[in-house]
């Protein structure tokens, strides 16, 4: 995440691209035939058969670019990837990659400055004094030098333009403006609509050509904060001991990505400048672009502007080489979430041939279909959950297996039946034909995901930061073909041994917390009427709109009948031989508890030919999944997959449905399993929150969230009760929903005689509606949880839907509380550091005549809470006048909307989402038509009628000893809510 990273988990879906093994063909790219001949020629290199078709450059600077043309959307997926990530951070100075993918966002002398050498004066006495902070121990002494830093950074701060970068991304209609930092690399995203695409590539070179670390200290608070989000993290603490036991000596295991406490509060700008001077150089790059693009065009343009970059000599990084783990190494780890048990073995690189064998080992494993995992533990219900996956890097790969155990299981118990089923892959005890299953279900992932220009941009950037060559990465498949039922168990009995490391994580809620204290800082100013000239000039300079396209339900939907009157919706692939399909029925869980407890005991279901472990067999042959799900209004049935086997699956399907045959075990132990994942998810503090807590305030005790069984009538139900609902369920009124290759004719023959239906369908049962309360009282609800960070989120009820208000709440959205050129970020996290996330918005309602709500949240140290509430308060209650914002959010608005493209299956569930709100049309082109002509003056109305001053919710969650509750007091009535409360059990 911008300004917060990720661990890079490569997906075999990604890693095992599907085509031919080809050499590379060496072009040029002229832009056409009597070109000058004068104009630069560029040589590019291509794989036949490569399902992307790309071409790569290599520019004279060393840069590399990979480009693809994929014209879903007249949109294009940036990345930009940097090889340098944690393993490269300075020993003494870990974190530091990370701190300056925050800083590449600030801008340049250029960009985000009104007077730079009035800036650049006060940025020098504060990047010394750094220095100096960083050299000395004695604490009085520190905090005078932080004193001057804090006090200096204010100037510094009258000269500065802050998001100045945001802004501009934001006007030109960018979307998923992001970066990530993992140990081998630093990436850059952007998504841009294709006519900004060369001033993306301008601004773009120009920020990548220097860096000016301004607002140094506010964004270090920022980082702070995400330091202290991971140690309130329970999973981020068991990766990260995990990663140390099994690299003692590589940096993979001795450097976390987000750096030491000792580190964070020792930064050094110096540092920092080298790191960006070193590794940030464009032999050390690489731009991988997916989109509608013209390849000549954007070569060019991106050799205009990066091609001026200077090459340099990146350092070279030394694998420190492990030593090999003679036995198990146990660790542990305790925190208030629910307990669970992880085992890591690590592997070689990902270009060696063994790690390309982990990931066939891996999905042996666990596929979540019909690996032995997924078949032998989780489909029996013999843990609560389990699994398994590669992680594969540069230098060494893990393979890490983890599960959850049932209620009065031990963590052991359930350690030995994962090593069980790797001693079964040693032992080559897997079904012969789930190689080929696997390499089948492989081509169908990769299809559906380069279906999306950032997987097959991601595609590039992995190739590049694991400097595997393009024609060897489109080649991995066919090797992965390759692999052997023995070359599988002789990679597992080389590897899967004795030799793990071993996390236990257990639960206690009162365990210490470490946190990174807080210094003190002066808000500074974010000056959002100034300008830079850069940026006025970069301004000035746009080019005309693309034409929005607005989907036609009446012509981009086929409709046609079923037997019995079915209503079928359909829209054709003409992309690749995959098909979805769903049978949708409009009533759910709200109308009967029981349904949804009988959809989720579907799958542990056989028939009257197959057990349950045989039928995912059988549909992970024919590479087809299927699904069922109820929502509180509506149930889902889903069918997907190869097109080609789509007869066999469907009466496959069908008999699921006709014919489960009911298994007293199977209940007794799914509903012990829905016990114990009920008490686990009393120890998620995300559930508690955002789930709990927000459906309490909206509806009272009883709410959809805690309107479930008890345990009394759980253990009640038979089998054959949920057997009859879910034989029920094709019995009922509903409709048909497909995407994918086949004539509509043909579609409805299948259909006729394959989808079984009694002569009348059933009506519906009316919808049980769930009051929402009126919040006429400000009130504070608090639930106690041992973190360091307090969690906040404000919620309003206003007015019912109303399709006149939605371009006015799109448009406030974007100025008010959606990205980070919005007004809650800028104030809450640039110039007062109160967070490392916050955001506001006025959410509308999912159907019509239901509420819409606004939901501001802001997650910040308990110590700050005071500043935070009072912040977001002061806010949402006097909403400030920005008028350069207000004119960017219209901009950006506009720009989104004309280069958005609903397509594929998004047109069905576009539809879907439209009735359900009463429309028949396609909401975006009233937000687009009225965007240019709404004013302040209307937005400020808006705001002022329905957000200002309206009586709120506040919902808090946090550790009683660290809450301020004379704080809390000031903003309503506070009450405590137990976990029974708000959990309804």
């Not at 794989?47 to 949109?75: C, F, H, I, Q, S």
């Not at 979307?175 to 990530?180: D, Q, V, W």
């Not at 202290?228 to 036991?245: C, H, Q």
């Not at 028939?607 to 995912?616: G, S, V």
Request: glycine share 4%; with cysteine; net charge negative.
């Amino acid at each position: 995440m911008k300004k917060g990273l990720s661990l890079f988990l490569v997906a075999s879906a990604l890693t095992l691209t599907q085509c031919k093994n080809e050499t590379y063909q060496t072009s040029s790219a002229t832009d056409s035939a009597v070109a000058s001949s004068a104009q630069k020629e560029y040589k590019y290199e291509t794989v036949p058969n490569d399902p992307l078709n790309a071409r790569v450059y290599t520019l004279d600077n060393g840069l590399k670019v990979y480009l693809t043309d994929y014209e879903d959307a007249p949109r294009v997926q940036t990345f930009i990837a940097v090889r340098a990530g944690s393993k490269n951070d300075p020993a003494d100075a870990t974190g530091l990659a990370h701190y300056l993918e925050h800083m590449v966002f600030k801008g340049t002398s250029q960009l985000g400055t009104q007077d730079w050498e009035k800036e650049k004066a006060e940025l020098d006495k504060i990047e010394a004094l750094y220095e100096q902070h960083r050299n000395t121990t004695d604490p009085a002494q520190r905090k005078k030098i932080y004193h001057q830093i804090d006090s200096i950074s204010g100037v510094a701060a009258t000269y500065a333009v802050a998001n100045e970068y945001d802004k501009i991304l934001g006007a030109i209609g960018a979307k998923g403006t992001n970066a990530y930092t993992s140990v081998e690399q630093t990436v850059y995203t952007n998504d841009v609509p294709r006519n900004q695409l060369e001033r993306w590539v301008a601004l773009e070179a120009h920020r990548f050509g220097e860096l000016v670390p301004r607002l140094f200290h506010t964004e270090l608070e920022a980082v702070y904060e995400e330091k202290n989000r991971t140690l309130d993290n329970d999973g981020w603490k068991v990766m990260e001991t995990l990663n140390a036991a099994m690299f003692p000596t590589h940096q993979y295991g001795t450097q976390t990505t987000i750096g030491t406490i000792e580190h964070l509060k020792n930064p050094s700008i110096t540092e920092i400048k080298k790191y960006f001077d070193a590794y940030y150089v464009p032999n050390n790059m690489a731009i991988a672009l997916s989109g509608d693009i013209d390849f000549d065009q954007t070569i060019r343009m991106i050799d205009e502007h990066f091609g001026k970059l200077k090459p340099g000599t990146a350092p070279t990084f030394n694998v420190s080489q492990e030593q090999p783990i003679a036995k198990p190494i146990v660790k542990e780890v305790t925190g208030p979430s629910a307990e669970n048990i992880s085992i890591a073995y690590r592997f070689p690189g990902m270009s060696s041939r063994d790690a390309q064998v982990l990931s066939m080992i891996s999905a042996i494993l666990y596929n979540g279909q019909a690996g032995l995992i997924d078949l032998n533990l989780n489909q029996q219900q013999k843990v609560l959950q389990a699994y398994g996956y590669d992680n594969q890097m540069k230098d060494y790969s893990v393979f890490r297996l983890g599960g959850s155990p049932r209620q009065g299981q031990s963590l052991d118990e359930v350690k030995d039946m994962l090593l069980a089923q790797v001693e079964l892959v040693k032992q080559g005890k897997f079904d012969d034909d789930l190689i080929p299953a696997i390499i089948n279900d492989n081509k169908i992932s990769l299809m559906r995901a380069y279906e999306r220009n950032s997987e097959r941009a991601d595609a590039f950037v992995t190739a590049f930061i694991y400097d595997i060559p393009w024609a060897d990465y489109v080649n991995r498949p066919e090797e992965f073909a390759k692999i052997t039922k023995q070359d599988v168990m002789a990679v597992a009995n080389k590897y899967l041994n004795n030799n793990y490391v071993q996390v236990y994580k257990r639960t206690d809620k009162n365990a210490a917390s470490l946190k990174v204290e807080k210094p003190s800082i002066t808000p500074v100013p974010v000056n959002r009427e100034a300008q830079s000239a850069y940026y006025s000039d970069f301004m000035a300079k746009g080019p005309s709109e693309l034409s929005p396209v607005f989907v036609d339900y009446k012509t981009d939907i086929k409709e046609a009948k079923l037997k019995n009157d079915i209503p079928l919706l359909y829209t054709k692939n003409n992309e690749n031989g995959l098909f979805q399909m769903y049978y949708i029925l409009d009533m759910g869980s709200d109308n009967d508890p029981k349904l949804g407890m009988a959809v989720n005991y579907l799958k542990f279901l056989g028939n009257d030919k197959y057990t349950a472990e045989e039928l995912k067999k059988e549909f992970y042959k024919l590479g087809t999944s299927f699904n069922v799900s109820a929502s509180g209004d509506q149930v889902y049935v889903s069918l997907s997959g190869l097109d080609e086997n789509f007869e066999p699956a469907l009466a496959l399907f069908e008999s699921v449905l006709q014919n489960p045959k009911a298994d007293q075990k199977a209940l007794d132990d799914m509903v012990q399993g829905m016990l114990k994942a009920r008490n686990d998810a009393k120890l998620n503090k995300g559930v508690i929150l955002n789930q709990a807590l927000v459906n309490y305030a909206k509806y009272g005790p009883k709410n959809p969230f805690t309107s479930v069984l008890s345990e009394k009538e759980l253990k009640a139900v038979k089998p054959q009760e949920l057997v009859n609902l879910i034989k029920s369920i094709p019995t009922y009124e509903h409709r048909v929903l497909y995407y994918g290759p086949r004539e509509t004719d043909k579609l409805v023959a299948t259909l006729n005689a394959g989808h079984i239906v009694p002569a009348k369908l059933k009506p519906v049962p009316a919808e049980k509606v769930y009051a929402e309360l009126d919040i006429k009282q400000p009130m504070v609800y608090w639930v106690d949880y041992n973190m360091v960070q307090a969690e906040l989120m404000f919620l309003t009820k206003a007015d019912a839907f109303n399709k006149a208000m939605v371009p006015t709440i799109r448009l406030y959205n974007q100025y008010f509380g959606a990205g980070m050129s919005s007004i809650v970020f800028q104030e809450l996290r640039e110039s007062k550091a109160l967070a490392y996330s916050a955001y506001s918005s006025y959410s509308t309602a999912a159907k019509k005549d239901r509420s819409n709500y606004i939901m501001s949240y802001i997650g910040t140290q308990s110590d700050k809470l005071p500043e935070a509430m009072a912040g977001m308060q002061e806010l949402l209650t006097n909403m400030p006048l920005a008028e350069e914002n207000f004119n960017l959010a219209k901009a950006s608005l506009r720009n989104s909307i004309s280069s958005e493209r609903i397509t594929k299956s998004s047109i069905l569930f576009d539809y879907e989402r439209a009735k359900r709100l009463g429309l028949d049309y396609d909401i975006r082109k009233d937000v687009y038509e009225s965007a240019n002509s709404l004013t302040f003056d209307q937005l400020q109305a808006f705001q002022k009628k329905f957000v200002s001053g309206q009586p709120q919710a506040i919902l808090v969650i946090g550790s009683k000893d660290r809450l301020n509750f004379k704080e809390l007091e000031k903003y309503g009535k506070v009450k405590q809510l137990s976990l029974e409360e708000v959990f309804g059990y």
